[in-house]
């Protein structure tokens, strides 16, 4: 790529940044900043916010305004179980948010195949190329989720940290990034391996890699929504009670063809 079409990226992300830091922070603390740094401050504010905002949002409505509706009146979690996976969350995001960040500096410096506009390559390639994407993700956090479990030096100093929420009592939105900060990566760097080996849109790179802030949050609610092939709470759930099965991360489909599939519908059948 030449430095003209570089630059597009650049632009991008300086946006991004005065977007969110210009509306967010005082300009005297991240104007004076390298890019690279301001990137991951944008990151970091940008990330603690989406989480914040979901995971209460998610809790108000089930736990609050819907009480007793969706979720059993034994089964919300303790204030205390709550503010717990803050703090681990919250010590793990600037770990988080530094993926997204290097991911950017390696676009800017044209060393991944993403592209700046889809008009770059039309809204066929792009739709298509977005679904070999998604794919290899899919694929992918399946098999770091599921070695997480069977390699046990990996469960017991990484992933452990996360299943200690292991009961529907113990679980909520604000779990969702509950993790040891190198599992959380480990989980979310298949989407920038596949800037390496598929076209991709930056922008939408950027997005669905916030969107897992977001996705997490529900999928830790423990309300099953019933949207097949979706892997939503209802699945994960039974990952958290299990441990050894609904691996996949959107969509059943992987765990469906390797074996590890436990349906929420067969549970409930069973209780009854």
Same mark, same amino acid.
């Given at each position: 790529?030449?430095?003209?079409?570089?630059?597009? =990226?650049?632009?991008? &992300?300086?946006?991004?940044? @005065?977007?969110?830091?210009?509306?967010?922070?005082? !300009?005297?603390?991240?104007?004076?900043?390298?890019?690279?740094?301001?990137?991951?401050? @944008?990151?970091?504010?940008?990330? #603690?916010?989406?989480?914040?905002? &979901? #995971?209460?949002?998610?809790?108000?409505?089930?736990?609050?305004?819907?009480?007793?509706?969706?979720?059993?009146?034994? /089964?919300?979690?303790?204030?205390? !179980?709550?503010?717990?996976?803050?703090?681990?969350? %919250?010590?793990?995001?600037? +770990?988080? &948010? !530094?993926?997204?960040?290097?991911?950017?500096?390696?676009?800017?410096?044209?060393?991944?195949? *993403? =592209?700046? @506009?889809?008009?770059?390559?039309? +809204?066929?390639?792009?739709?298509?190329?977005?679904?070999?994407?998604?794919?290899?993700?899919? =694929?992918?956090?399946?098999?770091?989720?599921?070695?997480?479990?069977?390699?046990?030096?990996?469960?017991?100093?990484?992933? !452990?940290?996360?299943?200690?929420?292991?009961?529907?009592?113990?679980? #909520?939105?604000?779990?969702?990034?509950?993790?040891?900060?190198?599992?959380?990566?480990?989980? /979310?760097?298949?989407? $920038?391996?596949?800037? =390496?080996?598929?076209?991709?849109?930056?922008?939408?790179?950027?997005?669905?890699?916030?969107?897992?802030?977001?996705?997490?949050?529900?999928?830790?609610? *423990?309300?099953?929504?019933?949207?097949?092939?979706? %892997?939503?709470?209802?699945?994960?759930?039974?990952?958290?009670?299990?441990? @050894?099965?609904?691996?996949?991360?959107?969509? $059943?489909?992987?765990?469906?063809?390797?074996?590890?599939?436990?349906?929420?519908?067969?549970?409930?059948?069973?209780? %009854?």
């Amino acid at each position: 790529m030449d430095k003209n079409y570089l630059q597009l =990226f650049v632009d991008e &992300t300086s946006l991004s940044n @005065r977007m969110v830091l210009g509306t967010l922070l005082p !300009a005297k603390i991240w104007e004076p900043l390298p890019h690279f740094f301001q990137t991951w401050l @944008r990151n970091y504010t940008a990330g #603690s916010l989406v989480y914040f905002v &979901t #995971s209460l949002l998610w809790s108000f409505y089930f736990y609050f305004y819907k009480h007793n509706v969706y979720v059993p009146k034994d /089964a919300i979690p303790s204030r205390k !179980a709550m503010l717990l996976q803050i703090y681990v969350a %919250m010590k793990a995001m600037p +770990w988080y &948010t !530094a993926l997204p960040t290097i991911s950017e500096y390696m676009v800017e410096n044209g060393w991944t195949r *993403c =592209f700046s @506009r889809i008009s770059d390559v039309g +809204w066929f390639s792009y739709a298509l190329n977005l679904g070999f994407y998604l794919v290899l993700v899919e =694929f992918s956090i399946y098999w770091v989720h599921r070695e997480l479990h069977d390699i046990k030096p990996l469960y017991k100093y990484l992933h !452990a940290t996360h299943h200690i929420y292991n009961k529907q009592n113990t679980l #909520s939105p604000f779990a969702g990034l509950a993790f040891h900060p190198l599992d959380g990566i480990l989980q /979310a760097v298949p989407h $920038v391996i596949a800037l =390496f080996l598929i076209p991709t849109h930056f922008t939408t790179h950027i997005g669905l890699l916030f969107i897992e802030a977001i996705w997490t949050a529900n999928i830790h609610d *423990c309300v099953h929504g019933k949207i097949w092939p979706v %892997m939503g709470a209802g699945y994960h759930t039974i990952h958290h009670t299990t441990y @050894r099965h609904n691996y996949g991360h959107y969509t $059943v489909w992987m765990d469906w063809m390797f074996g590890t599939l436990r349906d929420p519908s067969e549970e409930e059948t069973k209780k %009854m």
